[in-house]
């Protein structure tokens, strides 16, 4: 059974850092690309950044662009999402995903080309 746990978000004043974290278990972690996404209150769930599985390759949201970082730990098993420069408009409940094929050659940025979501773990920004 393949679970996903994030951790690390919490409330931080703007201007301010978090880095966030993703365990991953239950299939071999370093042959999926892994994406995050955020959903912010009222609003529909959506792309933050991705990775490819053989840590050579990311795409940004243009909101993350700049301020946001994505790395990973294949030996580790384990996807980070640090950021920067935190804005009120940040604020959301912050997923992770893996890819629903191993070994995919381009990184998406559709929900549906990810199987497996993390519970989300809540990032509040106060302005």
């Known amino acids: 059974q393949v679970q996903l746990v994030e951790s690390g978000g919490g409330l931080v004043q703007a201007g301010g850092s978090l880095r966030l974290s993703c365990a991953a278990s239950g299939r071999t972690f370093s042959i999926y690309n892994m994406g995050w996404f955020r959903q912010a209150p009222g609003k529909e769930r959506e792309f933050v950044t991705a990775?490819?599985?053989?840590?050579?390759?990311?795409y940004y949201a243009d909101a993350a662009k700049g301020r946001f970082t994505i790395s990973r730990d294949n030996a580790r098993n384990t996807v980070y999402l640090q950021m920067n420069s935190l804005k009120a408009e940040d604020t959301a409940v912050y997923y992770c995903?893996?890819?629903?094929?191993?070994?995919?050659?381009?990184?998406?940025?559709?929900?549906?080309?990810?199987?497996?979501w993390g519970q989300g773990t809540q990032v509040t920004v106060s302005s």
């Open positions: 990775i490819s599985w053989n840590d050579i390759s990311t």
């Open positions: 995903a893996t890819d629903r094929i191993p070994y995919r050659m381009v990184l998406t940025t559709d929900e549906g080309t990810y199987e497996f």
